[in-house]
């Protein structure tokens, strides 16, 4: 199975401040994707992390405000940009292997607070 | 993409079966029916997939009726452990935009 590891683990920021959220997977995985989840709540889909052009984002979030890089295939980063308490969630890595959609990995997750 | 439908949350006792539901009237041929479990503070993991009928892993067993129109869970005598938050997804392994939607997820808290 999938190794994900991501960083930081938590962090509490002010908010107006930006966090960059990186995900590192232990092989060369054709997707990626970024999910949030806010207490108590699901997971919604962010965007697919495409290696090597822009994010594909779903509706209802931006690239102003989640910008979102790809360099390689085992690399991702999110940033969640001028931040509001609003945006205080979980946010996770996921990736699908390559030529299996059956299984998605997921990273740990960072919990992130805004003040 | 098939909607999902589960109860939002079940409690049991240590050593009993649970059966967790998932409705889904509206599945396409082609979709498969995923279930994940969560624990806190973690991300979601992968349990047990299936097509029809019954499947069955060392974790748990998936039944599937005819109709493929709902899908149950079991999960044989639970322990604390075993508490978490279970999704189950529909979709189409074949494309991989298909299985990225989360429905509501059923939050089982076993008790001692």
Redesign the interface.
């Given at each position: 199975s999938a190794v994900?590891s991501q960083k930081p683990s938590r962090d509490i920021c002010q908010r107006g401040t930006s966090l960059t959220i990186q995900c590192q997977v232990d092989s060369q995985v054709t997707?990626m994707?970024w999910y949030r989840q806010q207490p108590g709540q699901?997971?919604?889909?962010i965007a697919t992390a495409n290696q090597g052009s822009e994010a594909t984002y779903e509706s209802g979030f931006v690239i102003d405000k989640f910008p979102i890089s790809r360099p390689n295939l085992t690399f991702s980063t999110l940033t969640v940009s001028n931040m509001s308490p609003e945006d205080s969630s979980i946010y996770?890595c996921?990736e699908?292997p390559t030529g299996?959609?059956?299984?998605?990995?997921?990273?740990?997750?960072t919990?992130l607070t805004v003040l | 993409l098939a909607k999902t439908t589960q109860p939002i949350s079940m409690d049991s006792y240590e050593g009993q079966e649970v059966n967790i539901t998932c409705s889904h009237n509206n599945i396409a041929t082609n979709d498969?029916i995923?279930w994940?479990q969560q624990f806190p503070?973690?991300?979601?993991?992968?349990i047990i997939?299936g097509y029809k009928t019954k499947v069955t892993n060392e974790v748990a067993s998936l039944f599937i009726p005819a109709d493929r129109k709902s899908s149950t869970l079991s999960l044989p005598r639970v322990s604390l452990s075993d508490t978490a938050v279970y999704?189950c997804l529909v979709g189409d392994?074949?494309?991989?935009g298909?299985?990225?939607?989360?429905?509501?997820?059923t939050r089982l808290m076993v008790k001692p």
């Open positions: 994900i997707m994707f699901s997971l919604t889909l996770l996921s699908l299996s959609y059956n299984e998605q990995f997921f990273g740990p997750g919990r | 498969y995923t994940y503070s973690q991300g979601p993991r992968f997939q999704y392994p074949n494309n991989a298909n299985m990225l939607t989360f429905g509501g997820g």
